[in-house]
């Protein structure tokens, strides 16, 4: 289970595992928390109180003092896995659903034609289509798009990377998507 980790305006900044959110707890460098504590950390004795140290560990916290995510200001990292969760493991050629290991990043624009390896001229396709389509442009090859692509917002990024989101993560992020995204279909 990791934690999502966000700036103090609330702007998702990474995925941390629950030994690196301790050490923000400790640090007392939580700002504030959301979602239901997941996982409770019990430590030494105390000499002064005889209390034992616990910290519960929140699903989502905001770090005080962290820099805003210059992610907000890029568009994210395009993957395979990313793109195939985006277009949700559907040909945007034949309309067909396909696991992962059948699916391929096509370049609606070939590179080799000036196309440019990006969220815009990328989509996901199964291998049948995209070697039918060659190097050719969709017009060209009498292949007609079933969706257009889009460049994904920072809370979808989040999602497409394909991590084990607990409900609360998911609730906050889908409530930043906007409305068009196919990760609310």
Known sequence: MDVLQLDVSGRPQAWISPKEAAVLYA???????????????RGGIQRATGRQSVIELHSIIAV??????????????????????????????????????????????????GGHDNWMNCIT???ACNGRKGNRMPEEAHMSLLYLPYVPS????????????????????????????????
């Open 27 to 41: 640090s007392d460098e939580v700002a504030w928390t959301l979602g239901h504590a997941c996982q409770v950390l």
């Open 64 to 113: 005080r003092g962290s820099v805003p995510s210059r992610a907000w200001r890029q568009s994210p990292a395009l993957t395979n896995g990313k793109l195939f969760v985006r277009d949700r493991g559907l040909c945007a050629y034949c309309g067909r659903l396909f696991h992962e290991e059948e699916l391929t990043r096509e370049h609606i624009v070939p590179v080799s034609r």
């Open 125 to 127: 396709a199964c291998r």
């Open 154 to 185: 920072l809370h979808e990024d989040m999602i497409l990377r394909g991590r084990r989101i607990l409900a609360d993560q998911m609730e906050f992020l889908l409530a930043s998507v906007p409305r068009n995204s196919r990760l609310h279909g």
